[in-house]
């Protein structure tokens, strides 16, 4: 178990933001993990999990916390459920997307959709991750996590995770850590393209015969889309598309004839990103030291040296121009820590 005292939280998030945090541990095997919660306890401090901070926006003070983060990464192929299935066992501290590559070099069918989307595997169900047709809960088997009340090692199996968009058990119950999950992976092909960027792809004569194709088409559009970790900060998508009525969306569609939606079990799911760009043209948008990626308005992009109130200003303007004109209430997909 690594220990380090006052670390710039700017340092482990995909932003670039954040002030030090009073202790970040990194456990090394899942063993550590209950140590490293422990030690935390012993300290008088809350413990706060940490992937690969992607999906956080870490306040500009310090933050009286230990930050725990787990480096095993360990992947494990297992018999799966029917002749057809492959079982992967992936430890917590795999890269999200190494542990895609990993699979689709194996040939195997389930999270190729979800190719070049940064973080850990650990931190997939909390979120649970999705794009392009896809999301992680579609493959997910079983949960292990450490519970830090009970100071037990504990395992959920799917339907325990409370899974919904960009939702999970685990997001509303951040004690957990989460050290592995097994996923239930195909060996026949099931190639899902029917996003427009993808068909856009195969109508182009793109190779998609295989999920390694697939993933790698997909990692070429989010380069396009998404900024570049190594030349901005930012979280991904910092907003949620909104899930509203169908009567509300039958006003919107009669205000905007070319309002995409789409049904889903509470409702009608819109794409923010269209009403960011279309009905109110922040595509772009510069507020001081961040903006609304050109490419994608709903990716927030900080330059160096931004900090987490300009983020915060900036969020709250976009929220309040998107409310003004649609009567829709926006929640934000990255996850704050003060």
Known sequence: ????????????????????????????????????????????????????????????????????????????????????????HAEGGVSWDALVSDVVAQGLWGIENLAGIPGTVGAAPVQNIGAYGVEVQDSVVQVNAYDPIGKVYVQFEKKECGFA???????????????????ALSKVPNPRLSYKDIEAR?????????????????????????????????????????????????????????????????????????ILDHVLQLRGFVLGPVSLFQTQPLVMVAEQGAHAHDVNALAELVSTRVHDATNIFIEREVQSLV
């Open 165 to 183: 968009y960009r939702d999970s058990r685990f997001k509303q119950e951040p004690r957990y850590f989460i050290t592995g999950v097994t996923f």
């Open 1 to 88: 178990m690594r220990v380090k005292e006052h670390v710039p939280l700017a340092e482990h998030t995909t932003f670039r933001i954040g002030g030090p945090v009073t202790l970040f541990v990194t456990a090394e095997t899942i063993k550590e993990v209950k140590e490293a919660y422990e030690l935390a306890h012993s300290r008088g401090l809350d413990a706060y999990p940490l992937g690969q901070g992607s999906n956080v926006l870490a306040g500009d003070a310090s933050i009286t916390k230990a930050v725990i983060t787990l480096a095993a990464n360990a992947i494990t192929y297992l018999p799966g459920g029917t002749d057809e299935e492959v079982y992967v």
């Open 202 to 274: 195969r109508e182009a004569g793109s190779k998609l015969g295989t999920s390694a194709d697939i993933a790698r088409e997909i990692r070429d559009i989010r380069s396009y889309k998404f900024p570049t970790l190594s030349e901005f900060g930012t979280a991904g998508s910092f907003f949620k598309n909104p899930v509203i009525t169908p009567e509300h969306y039958g006003e919107l569609h009669a205000a905007y004839p070319e309002l995409p939606g789409f049904e889903s079990a509470a409702g009608i799911k819109i794409p923010l990103a269209w």
